[in-house]
């Protein structure tokens, strides 16, 4: 069944309360049996580490509807060895998975109508998050954790085309430190991320480009999303940094420049004063998938990639690959990589 009387096309990207969420309690060294639960609400202590000390990770993934009506994931196994990644880093408990998984795939069943129709371009957005629940108001890892599972329809991100953005090329904010939590997907590095993006915004553009936190001339984020460029060489660019957060995005992306588009991929340095090799240029990520990349901002100057209004060809092919893929009607680029739940 399919929601009726929801407009996919224009659903934007919003909370909307929907009948089930999943929550798994840790207490006492070990998980409780998690399920599906109505409450949208969570009582935590005040004291809770989550709230004081940002004790705290997230994943963001999607479920897309086939044309034959099935309902899948796109490499649910990353966004779980991820959290792990995220939640070793800040003394959390690891979640195996199976266990994972099976969040997600109880959220996306229960939550099935929700699960925009093929061709509308809506999918359904689930956010995993893993938090210290306290009490402990002293420094240090909290005694209990919540992992929670919700999930909302949101459409799709470019409504009418993919369309490229301006961003400013930041001087006066690193998102992260060198050796810091950049790799990691936890909410400090978006606290400290608000007030550039309002600044950028008030400006005109679309967010701020990061640069490397220790020398600042090499790009590493667009906002919250990845780089990656294309060169007049065929090749495939895209950061290398020990303080970018490894998009899932980008990795597949990445496959797919090479396997299917025969491109050379590269991580590798990206100068922001040696971009003249660049033909198009993107930002990647699971909620927009790409957006292109019109021009950077660099101080007083302007650089203009593949054009101000239209998407470059290359990014474009790599755009309908991927999602392509994500709604089922390509062949993955490995089997594993798309997980139907139903
Ligand atoms: C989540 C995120 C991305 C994108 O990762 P995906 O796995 O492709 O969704 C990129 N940069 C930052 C900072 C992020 O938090």
Not at 164 to 182: F, I, K, M, Q, W
Not at 259 to 264: E, S
Not at 278 to 301: F, H, M, N, R, Y
């Amino acid at each position: 069944m399919i929601m009726e009387n929801l407009d996919w096309k224009n659903l934007g990207f919003a909370y909307r309360e929907l009948p089930y969420r999943y929550e798994a309690v840790y207490k006492d060294g070990a998980w409780s049996k998690g399920g599906l639960v109505t409450e949208s609400t969570v009582t935590i202590s005040e004291a809770s580490s989550a709230l004081h000390y940002g004790q705290q990770c997230f994943e963001g993934m999607k479920a897309y509807r086939t044309k034959d009506d099935h309902i899948q994931l796109f490499r649910p196994d990353m966004n779980a060895k991820r959290l792990n990644l995220s939640s070793g880093r800040l003394l959390m408990p690891a979640i195996d998975e199976e266990m994972f998984i099976d969040a997600v795939k109880q959220v996306v069943l229960a939550n099935e109508a929700y699960v925009g129709p093929y061709g509308s371009g809506a999918t359904l957005y689930i956010r995993p998050f893993l938090f210290g629940c306290g009490p402990n108001i002293g420094i240090g890892p909290s005694p209990e954790y919540i992992f929670r599972v919700f999930a909302m329809p949101v459409g799709a991100y470019y409504a009418k085309g993919l369309a490229p953005s301006n961003y400013l090329v930041t001087y006066d904010y690193d998102r992260v430190a060198g050796l810091g939590t950049g790799k990691f997907k936890v909410g400090g590095n978006y606290a400290s991320s608000l007030l550039p993006l309002k600044e950028a915004k008030e400006k005109g553009f679309a967010d701020v480009v990061y640069l490397d936190p220790t020398t600042h001339t090499k790009i590493e984020e667009v906002g919250a999303a990845n780089f990656f460029a294309i060169t007049k060489n065929n090749e495939f660019i895209t950061p290398e940094s020990p303080s970018i957060l490894d998009s899932i995005t980008r990795k597949s992306l990445m496959a797919i420049a090479e396997q299917r588009l025969g491109l050379k991929v590269l991580e590798t340095d990206i100068y922001i004063d040696h971009l003249d090799d660049i033909v198009e240029a993107g930002a990647c990520g699971t909620a927009a998938v790409i957006s292109p990349i019109g021009a950077l901002q660099i101080k007083d100057k302007e650089h203009i990639f593949y054009s101000k209004e239209e998407v470059g060809p290359i990014t474009k092919k790599l755009y309908d690959e991927l999602v392509g893929i994500q709604f089922g009607d390509v062949q993955p680029i490995e089997e594993n990589w798309i997980v139907q739940v139903k």
